[in-house]
């Protein structure tokens, strides 16, 4: 979480990753005399094995006032050769859904991811052979929602979840529904271990850390809003760094956060451990149908 001059908090919803800047270019507003042009460009992140890598498109409005420099120096350049490749930090993620307007898919839904690019560092290509393994990893708190093993037809079963991720003023904060797989079998016992506790509507608050953010499209088919983009944004659930039930620290002990505790805590953990006592409730957003499922079995809700 952080803390600004003005005393206001912030909870913070971080994405980092190695990409290329594409499209620098200054935005017109419109809105009166008060509305000025701000700078924006697109990040095409490197995700998945670097011998054979996807991409993530962000769309970014550019803050930082070193990211500002970078970027205003690639405006107009369009050739792919001379695209920077950065080491890249944004904030304030969200998904922007929208219908094809042209194109061989007309009428289909689509989805931008947005954000604010808050660093953004040159980074040598030397230095991008070294790796073997793109990582996108987004990092903040948020509650814990529906908790469930999924069960398809055609593939192997697996433990899925929605994080409620907090963004914007402590005071008024924003959420951010990430539909995600827990990947990681850490994760996964830690998950299982709070599904009692999300069943019996308590509050399970997580430092969390995903890896591959990617924005799903569809368009809606029931309601007011039938016929409309909407998207959801996933993930896959990789770290658990903290977990709050209600208030109190359940994960990690706090025998080991008390010994530890003259050392620098760890980001996601610190975050957590400011919005003790704050009262905001984390409902899910509204959604499709969902594909039925199974209960978990009893043997996966162990209580702590």
């Excluded at 931008?112 to 690019?117: I, P, T």
């Excluded at 593939?155 to 963004?167: H, S």
């Excluded at 904060?173 to 009692?196: E, F, G, K, W």
């Excluded at 658990?240 to 010994?259: C, F, H, N, V, W």
Aim: one cysteine or more; aromatic letters at 6%; charged letters at 30%.
């Amino acid at each position: 979480m952080t803390t600004a001059s003005n005393a206001k908090s912030y909870f913070d919803l971080h994405t980092s990753g190695i990409g290329y800047i594409q499209r620098a270019r200054e935005v017109k507003t419109t809105g009166g005399r008060k509305a000025q042009p701000f700078l924006a460009c697109t990040i095409a992140a490197f995700v998945g094995s670097a011998k054979d890598p996807a991409f993530r498109y962000f769309d970014v409005k550019v803050s930082g006032a070193e990211a500002k420099k970078l970027v205003q120096r690639y405006i107009g350049i369009d050739d792919p050769k001379r695209r920077p490749l950065v080491r890249f930090r944004l904030g304030d993620l969200w998904v922007d859904p929208f219908i094809r307007p042209k194109g061989d898919r007309k009428g289909d839904p689509a989805a931008s991811l947005k954000a604010r690019l808050l660093k953004a560092e040159l980074l040598d290509r030397a230095e991008l052979a070294t790796i073997e393994q793109h990582e996108l990893i987004t990092r903040g708190i948020g509650y814990l929602n529906r908790p469930k093993m999924v069960k398809p037809a055609d593939n192997d079963p697996f433990l899925a979840c929605t994080v409620a991720a907090l963004a914007g003023l402590v005071d008024d904060p924003d959420y951010r529904y990430i539909d995600t797989i827990v990947a990681n079998r850490d994760a996964q016992h830690l998950v299982r271990r709070c599904m009692s506790a999300v069943e019996a509507e308590k509050k399970v608050l997580i430092a969390f850390r995903l890896n591959d953010m990617k924005a799903d499209p569809y368009i809606r088919t029931k309601g007011e809003q039938a016929g409309e983009a909407a998207a959801s944004l996933e993930s896959k659930l990789v770290h658990i760094g903290l977990i709050k039930i209600d208030g109190q620290q359940m994960y990690p002990p706090r025998s080991e956060t008390d010994a530890t505790q003259d050392a620098p805590a760890p980001e996601a953990s610190g975050q957590a451990e400011d919005v003790e006592g704050t009262e905001v409730s984390a409902q899910p957003a509204p959604r499709e149908a969902e594909v039925e499922v199974p209960e978990e079995e009893p043997a996966l809700a162990a209580s702590f």
